[in-house]
């Protein structure tokens, strides 16, 4: 017997505007395969109570989002979540969701 599941995942995508008004999504996810880069900022933060950390893909080292950390903890905790730039995980052709490449296999 061949038994098919179709797996859906709703994901909560938020639009942002950057310094030069330029609109952009990110998605919010507990764990990501990333590497973060310099010191923790606390301000010019999208979440109030959360530092800022810019991330990069381990592969190519573009940098694709943010770590966030509540602004109470130690230098050292780890980030709680992470702001993923969308048009840098993944884009839509035709109506197909594309992964970038970095982010496969």
Same mark, same amino acid.
């Given at each position: 017997? =061949? =038994? =098919?599941?179709? =797996?859906?995942?709703?994901?909560?995508?938020?639009?942002?505007?950057?310094?030069?008004?330029?609109?952009?999504?990110?998605?919010? $996810?507990?764990?990501?395969? *990333?590497?973060? &880069? +310099?010191?923790? &900022?606390?301000?010019?933060?999208?979440?109030? +109570?959360?530092?800022?950390?810019?991330? *990069?893909?381990? @592969?190519? @080292?573009?940098?694709? +989002?943010?770590?966030? %950390?509540? %602004?109470?903890?130690?230098?050292?905790?780890?980030?709680?979540?992470?702001?993923?730039?969308?048009? @840098? &995980?993944?884009?839509?052709?035709?109506?197909?969701? $594309?992964?970038? @490449?970095?982010? %496969? +296999?």
């Amino acid at each position: 017997m =061949l =038994l =098919l599941y179709r =797996l859906y995942v709703f994901i909560l995508l938020q639009e942002f505007v950057n310094p030069q008004k330029i609109p952009f999504e990110v998605l919010t $996810v507990r764990e990501a395969d *990333v590497l973060p &880069v +310099g010191a923790r &900022v606390s301000s010019d933060t999208f979440f109030p +109570g959360y530092d800022w950390t810019i991330i *990069v893909c381990p @592969k190519c @080292k573009s940098h694709i +989002g943010w770590a966030f %950390t509540p %602004t109470i903890s130690p230098a050292d905790s780890e980030p709680e979540f992470y702001a993923l730039i969308r048009e @840098k &995980v993944y884009y839509e052709i035709d109506g197909h969701t $594309v992964v970038q @490449k970095s982010w %496969t +296999g």
